[in-house]
């Protein structure tokens, strides 16, 4: 039996508030986690007026230059489908990479669904915060980012920028892969 041939790709959202819905995603980068020169990113129009403010500041993001300068959601969704198929081809499956990633899935999973009625990732996620949780046998409080890189020692770090996130987490994929899950 052959395996299907899998595409990881490593996704991060900024987003205005903790759940999809009621607050709006605000940014999507993403990267293969092989190939990190290979990326997306776009900035969307919120879909809602909710925020939490520390969310915002984290970002830098401002809801009223997003109203004006963002995609509309359903343009973006198509353009990160589009993308997604061309780093995936037909016959390949696309591997959803988050850190922390029930949170960037959530609104991922949403606004694809909502939007365009599927998502080309399927139906689930592969979280980085387990992965490093299963191979270094650690406990939950050290699968923080800040944690992990003391262990596997990235050159990248996260900013709270949707593709450079992407870009940080495909680094740490990589990392704990080759460190901490050989043979």
């Not at 139906?123 to 980012?145: C, H, N, P, V």
Request: hydrophobic letters at 40%; a negative charge.
């Amino acid at each position: 039996m052959t395996a299907t041939p899998e595409v990881f790709i490593s996704v991060d959202v900024e987003a205005s508030g903790p759940i999809p819905g009621e607050y709006s995603m605000l940014s999507i980068g993403a990267c293969l986690v092989f190939d990190d020169t290979q990326t997306f990113s776009c900035y969307l129009k919120p879909t809602s007026d909710r925020y939490v403010p520390e969310a915002l500041k984290v970002t830098g993001l401002s809801l009223e230059r997003l109203r004006s300068d963002g995609l509309d959601p359903d343009e973006a969704m198509q353009r990160f489908k589009v993308w997604v198929e061309q780093v995936a081809p037909e016959g390949a499956r696309a591997v959803f990479v988050g850190f922390n990633a029930s949170f960037d899935w959530s609104f991922v999973n949403h606004y694809f669904h909502y939007f365009l009625g599927e998502n080309p990732f399927g139906i689930a996620a592969l979280d980085i915060k387990s992965m490093y949780f299963g191979a270094a046998r650690s406990t939950w409080e050290q699968t923080r980012s800040s944690e992990i890189a003391k262990t596997v020692n990235p050159r990248k770090k996260g900013d709270h920028d949707a593709l450079h996130d992407a870009l940080y987490q495909a680094e740490l994929f990589r990392l704990i892969q080759s460190q901490l899950m050989r043979d």
